[in-house]
């Protein structure tokens, strides 16, 4: 039997424009103690890690370019942000998150990584 990811939902905003945006479409939020940095791009809302997994450029403060992809403001490696794929070569990931805009708020989804209960 294949394990079931379950989530934990954390509201960030009540709506997209209570979002503090910075000039590049993006921020950083915190949640469940762990700080994120979120996107608007094409009235889409990503959300994924705070810092480059390659040399921990904080990622927020990067930019969008022109297909979409996240670019750390270190060395320029790019994301996809549906995926986290690297999209420049150097074969890292960046960790992305759940985000859902609901008419209770935005939320975005933490994986809860406990321990399953087996039968």
């Known amino acids: 039997m294949s394990p079931t990811k379950k989530y934990t939902w954390h509201r960030i905003a009540e709506t997209v ?5 910075q ?4 921020c950083i939020v915190e949640v469940g103690g762990k700080k994120l940095s979120v996107a608007l791009f094409r009235d889409e809302l990503y959300a ?3 810092k480059c997994p390659h040399a921990g450029g904080i990622m927020a403060h990067g930019f969008i ?14 994301f996809d942000m549906t ?10 990931y960046l960790q ?13 989804g933490i994986e809860d990584r406990g321990f399953l209960n087996r039968i």
């Open 17 to 21: 424009e209570n979002i503090d945006w």
């Open 48 to 50: 994924f890690a705070y």
């Open 83 to 92: 995926n986290g794929r690297n999209t420049s070569g150097e074969g890292y």
């Open 96 to 108: 992305t998150y759940l985000i859902e805009a609901r008419k209770e708020g935005i939320f975005i």
């Open 65 to 78: 370019d022109e297909s979409g992809k996240v670019v750390c403001p270190l060395h320029r490696y790019k």
């Open 23 to 26: 000039s590049n479409g993006m």
